[in-house]
């Protein structure tokens, strides 16, 4: 309908819109790929992105991504894992991400380590927060965003007339 996709495009923006359209093709919602593989793919990446944005959970991705950013970096960068805690993990923190308290406990110990000069955290300090978000992301978003492209999709082949006949529609070429 014209609500749905004016909503479509209040929600994504243009170029939200492209990036969805160039998923759908693809990209297959039924794949069986693994959630971390396929957020390889940008263009996955970015309708999947989209997609938390709407369903206000965008925070998990962006840890998971700032985590691998982390663990790439050739030497452990405290000030880097500092922003990470500041953003995602500490109590109260804007994009605070949904892990259990031992997890937030045990990294906050670490980040928070009063001694001077500040020693380094280690290496593996946000893997267990990693997991239990790539948890939330694999077990409770994933599957929404696939039922999600294959509603839109049906919504964006066929259309129902008020008479409750439904009507195919044609995609330009």
Same mark, same amino acid.
């Given at each position: 309908? %014209?609500?749905?996709?004016? &909503? ?5 923006? %243009?170029? &939200? ?30 309708? @999947?992105?989209? @997609? ?17 950013? @982390? ?67 694999? @077990? ?23 008479? &409750? ?9």
């Amino acid at each position: 309908s %014209v609500f749905l996709s004016i &909503g479509y495009l209040l929600s994504f923006g %243009v170029g &939200g819109i492209w990036v969805w359209w160039l998923a759908k093709r693809q990209i297959s919602c039924e794949d069986n790929t693994d959630l971390a593989d396929q957020l390889q793919n940008p263009i996955f990446h970015q309708s @999947f992105s989209s @997609f938390l944005c709407l369903q206000f959970s965008i925070e998990n991705l962006q840890f998971w991504d700032a985590v691998q950013d @982390f663990n790439r970096a050739d030497e452990v960068d405290p000030e880097f894992a500092r922003q990470i805690y500041a953003r995602y993990i500490a109590p109260g923190s804007t994009f605070e991400v949904n892990i259990s308290s031992a997890v937030r406990d045990s990294i906050t110990a670490q980040i928070a380590n009063k001694s001077n000069p500040i020693p380094p955290p280690p290496r593996d300090i946000f893997t267990q927060a990693e997991t239990e978000v790539m948890y939330n992301l694999k @077990f409770h978003s994933y599957p929404l965003y696939k039922r999600w492209c294959v509603e839109s999709s049906d919504r964006s082949t066929a259309s129902t007339s008020p008479s &409750g006949v439904s009507i195919s529609l044609q995609e330009a070429e």
